[in-house]
């Protein structure tokens, strides 16, 4: 009780009580004093209630915080909303186009001097091998790492992980410039190839954690095209530039694009990953909660090789083997044709081969685009998510295109007739692996989403490794048993994969109760 209360309260009755002690008997004195007493008691009593009330009100507040229930103020004010729209369809467009910019780079820097390696060898005075080895081990590398990479930025986040990579590119790309051997280039396309496979592991991953399952074919189909196009991009601008410059100036082209590609990565790509960018989000959003981020706890570092364990999980395995081998006969094929293409009887030039490389570039553009939206009608089909192996139906279909032009690519070049022939093989074999890998990575993604960027690495060291055997093994099998039946060895492994895959996406589509297309 305050010195004010108290005063205000007792003064009253200490007045009546002297007055009377002076005016009136000592009986009337009694009442007053019983009457002060009861007074008290009863101030007392009103303050007490008064505390319990205030605390009750206190408590329900709290309540109507917790719950959204009981305050119709607070209910108003804080919103649910999903992860996937804490940002603009413009916001989310920008950041796919900058991160499949950057993935580009990984093929890109892979090919861009496949038109010069005859040039490298007398420059180094090397051997054909040993320069198609650098290209063979920079595949293996990304693959490797890939798993590194994708524990990482489940740790630490997508944007620092992508620009720590990238400075250390920079800094073997600058080195392979000025390689004076075959062996100093070898281990610099090395570090290459182990830092630039961040851009599809954290590109992945970052299309898991801004688009929703409705919207990720399409959006993935978005981003593989830089990427899908950059063997074909690599040679078409490689072979003018290693023609007019020589074939160091390739390298300093890739310089100049992976500067930019730290440039924009720092300005234009956010944090995605959905544990930061939620903990990001609340702190400058008090009124509104995200209620479907994954994941919910702050993620730990992961040892890289735990990613591995996808490779044995018999229910995507399957589909894993079917886009690894499509990725690994595209790889062959495109780098064995500009080989095959300055060999005799065509003869061609650096620059020539370069631009032959474009009409396969165009489907590929064409078979990404395609691949992703036509996996997300299927998908739409198929119960919107409640059968996931459904979005994978039209892409084993187009899958049958691979084998058809390694068939046509490879005894064409084995009878050395016309050029075309190649080509077109090479346009069959793009668009059915275009459309084949947008659908199986936007699957992975679907079905492994808390473990988004783990599936995702596991899927990138399956494909690299698997390309960097093949593309090693492949000059001494064509050798041993001729362009064509090495060719047709490849297209009976890709059969073995469309098959084994399609009898497990018939087999969850009918459990499902859907009817195929």
Same mark, same amino acid.
């Given at each position: 009780m305050?010195?004010y209360?108290t005063i205000?309260m007792?003064?009253?009755i200490f007045?009546l009580?002297?007055?009377?002690?002076?005016f009136?008997s000592?009986?009337?004195?009694l009442?007053f004093?019983?009457?002060?007493?009861?007074?008290?008691?009863c101030?007392?009593?009103y303050?007490?209630?008064?505390?319990t009330?205030?605390?009750?009100l206190q408590?329900?507040?709290?309540d109507s915080?917790n719950n959204g229930?009981n305050?119709t103020?607070?209910t108003?004010?804080?919103?649910?909303i999903?992860?996937?729209?804490i940002?603009?369809?413009?916001?989310?467009?920008?950041i796919?186009?900058t991160i499949?910019l950057i993935?580009?780079?990984?093929p890109f820097?892979?090919t861009?001097y496949?038109?010069?390696?005859?040039d490298?060898?007398l420059?180094l005075?090397?051997?054909t091998?040993?320069?198609?080895?650098?290209i063979?081990?920079?595949?293996?590398m990304?693959g490797?790492f890939?798993?590194?990479w994708?524990?990482?930025?489940?740790?630490f986040?997508?944007?620092?992980t992508?620009?720590v990579?990238?400075?250390?590119?920079i800094?073997a790309?600058?080195?392979?410039?000025?390689a004076?051997?075959?062996a100093?280039?070898?281990?610099f396309r090395?570090?290459e190839?182990?830092t630039?496979?961040?851009a599809?592991?954290?590109g992945?991953?970052?299309?898991a954690d801004?688009?929703?399952?409705?919207?990720?074919g399409?959006?993935?189909?978005?981003f593989?095209?830089p990427f899908?196009?950059?063997?074909?991009?690599?040679?078409?601008i490689g072979?003018?530039?290693?023609?007019?410059f020589?074939w160091r100036?390739?390298?300093?082209?890739l310089?100049?694009c992976?500067?930019?590609?730290?440039?924009?990565?720092?300005?234009l790509?956010?944090?995605?990953?959905?544990?930061?960018a939620k903990e990001?989000?609340?702190k400058?959003?008090?009124?509104k909660r995200?209620i479907d981020?994954?994941?919910t706890?702050?993620? *730990? +570092?992961?040892?890289?090789?735990?990613?591995l364990?996808h490779?044995i999980? &018999? =229910?995507?395995?399957?589909y894993?083997?079917? @886009?690894t081998?499509?990725?690994?006969i595209?790889?062959?094929?495109?780098?064995?044709f500009?080989?095959f293409l300055?060999a005799?009887?065509?003869?061609y030039?650096?620059?020539?081969i370069g631009y032959?490389y474009i009409?396969?570039g165009v489907?590929l553009?064409?078979?990404s685009?395609?691949g992703?939206?036509?996996?997300d009608?299927?998908?739409?089909?198929f119960?919107q998510?409640k059968?996931?192996?459904g979005?994978l139906?039209?892409?084993?279909?187009l899958?049958?295109?691979?084998?058809?032009?390694?068939i046509?690519?490879?005894w064409i070049?084995d009878?050395?007739l016309?050029v075309?022939g190649?080509i077109i093989g090479m346009?069959?074999? *793009? +668009?059915?692996q275009a459309?084949?890998e947008?659908?199986?990575?936007?699957? &992975? =993604?679907?079905?492994k989403?808390s473990?988004? @960027?783990?599936?995702i690495a596991a899927n990138?060291f399956f494909n690299f490794?698997?390309?960097?055997?093949?593309?090693?093994?492949a000059?001494?099998?064509?050798?041993?048993?001729?362009?064509?039946p090495y060719?047709?060895?490849?297209a009976?492994?890709?059969?073995?994969?469309i098959?084994?895959s399609g009898?497990?996406v018939?087999?969850?589509?009918?459990?499902?109760?859907y009817?195929?297309?």
């Amino acid at each position: 009780m305050s010195v004010y209360e108290t005063i205000n309260m007792k003064l009253p009755i200490f007045t009546l009580y002297f007055l009377s002690y002076l005016f009136i008997s000592k009986d009337l004195i009694l009442i007053f004093t019983s009457v002060r007493i009861r007074m008290i008691y009863c101030y007392n009593d009103y303050q007490s209630s008064k505390a319990t009330i205030e605390f009750e009100l206190q408590d329900k507040s709290i309540d109507s915080i917790n719950n959204g229930k009981n305050d119709t103020t607070l209910t108003t004010t804080v919103q649910e909303i999903s992860i996937y729209d804490i940002r603009t369809k413009l916001q989310r467009n920008l950041i796919l186009a900058t991160i499949a910019l950057i993935a580009f780079l990984l093929p890109f820097c892979d090919t861009v001097y496949v038109p010069a390696l005859y040039d490298i060898v007398l420059s180094l005075n090397t051997s054909t091998t040993l320069v198609a080895t650098s290209i063979s081990i920079y595949l293996s590398m990304s693959g490797i790492f890939s798993l590194v990479w994708g524990a990482i930025s489940d740790r630490f986040g997508r944007k620092i992980t992508l620009i720590v990579a990238l400075i250390i590119f920079i800094v073997a790309t600058i080195i392979c410039i000025f390689a004076p051997t075959i062996a100093v280039l070898i281990v610099f396309r090395t570090l290459e190839g182990a830092t630039i496979s961040v851009a599809l592991v954290v590109g992945q991953s970052l299309v898991a954690d801004i688009f929703p399952e409705e919207k990720r074919g399409m959006a993935t189909g978005a981003f593989f095209l830089p990427f899908n196009i950059g063997p074909i991009i690599g040679p078409a601008i490689g072979g003018p530039l290693s023609y007019a410059f020589g074939w160091r100036s390739t390298f300093i082209f890739l310089t100049i694009c992976s500067f930019i590609a730290i440039v924009v990565t720092i300005f234009l790509i956010p944090e995605t990953h959905q544990y930061f960018a939620k903990e990001h989000f609340h702190k400058t959003n008090p009124n509104k909660r995200i209620i479907d981020a994954q994941p919910t706890e702050k993620p *730990s +570092f992961e040892k890289p090789w735990k990613s591995l364990v996808h490779l044995i999980d &018999l =229910t995507i395995l399957p589909y894993m083997a079917i @886009a690894t081998t499509a990725y690994c006969i595209v790889v062959a094929s495109s780098a064995l044709f500009s080989i095959f293409l300055a060999a005799s009887p065509y003869n061609y030039t650096e620059d020539i081969i370069g631009y032959l490389y474009i009409p396969s570039g165009v489907v590929l553009v064409i078979g990404s685009i395609f691949g992703g939206w036509i996996s997300d009608k299927a998908n739409i089909y198929f119960g919107q998510g409640k059968c996931l192996e459904g979005r994978l139906v039209p892409a084993l279909g187009l899958s049958i295109l691979i084998p058809i032009g390694l068939i046509i690519y490879g005894w064409i070049f084995d009878y050395k007739l016309n050029v075309m022939g190649p080509i077109i093989g090479m346009c069959l074999i *793009s +668009f059915g692996q275009a459309a084949v890998e947008s659908a199986v990575s936007t699957y &992975l =993604t679907s079905k492994k989403q808390s473990e988004a @960027a783990a599936v995702i690495a596991a899927n990138t060291f399956f494909n690299f490794f698997a390309a960097g055997i093949v593309l090693t093994c492949a000059v001494p099998m064509y050798n041993a048993m001729g362009i064509g039946p090495y060719f047709s060895l490849l297209a009976g492994l890709n059969i073995i994969t469309i098959v084994w895959s399609g009898v497990l996406v018939y087999k969850n589509v009918k459990r499902g109760g859907y009817v195929v297309m």
